[in-house]
Nanobody, 125 residues
């Protein structure tokens, strides 16, 4: 599946953004989706995950309580709502998808087969 992430931008600390991950095909409803981010000079890190049927979600401790993941399978879209943004949230955000990833592996980028191109989030202080 081809993914496209969008919605990034330049905002001030405390602001909100909503990122979208849109898939190219209708079978996206069968995919488990993760969000990752990568800041300059740093490794790609896990941000959030949502199960294909939305029954399970999880977040990195650094974003818990501020970010919310959701999906609309009818629209082939997964959303990541970013609230109370901090400068340390600045990064390129990627969505990734897999049909076969298991719960214990969702935080590791290497376990996802499909990736979007990334969308840049910059938070100024």
């Amino acid at each position: 599946v081809q993914l496209q992430a969008s919605g990034g931008g330049l905002v001030q600390a405390g602001a909100s953004l909503r990122l979208s991950c849109t898939a190219s095909e209708g079978t996206f409803r069968n995919y488990r989706v993760g969000w990752f981010r990568q800041a300059p000079g740093k490794e790609r890190e896990f941000v959030s995950f949502i199960e294909w049927n939305s029954r399970r979600t999880t977040y990195a401790d650094s974003v818990k309580g501020r970010f919310t993941v959701s999906r609309d399978n009818a629209e082939n879209t997964v959303l990541l709502q970013l609230n109370s943004l901090k400068p340390e949230d600045s990064a390129v955000y990627y969505c990734a998808a897999s049909t076969s990833i298991i719960w214990s592996s969702i935080r590791y980028p290497r376990n996802y087969a499909s990736w979007g191109q990334g969308t840049l989030v910059t938070v100024s202080s």
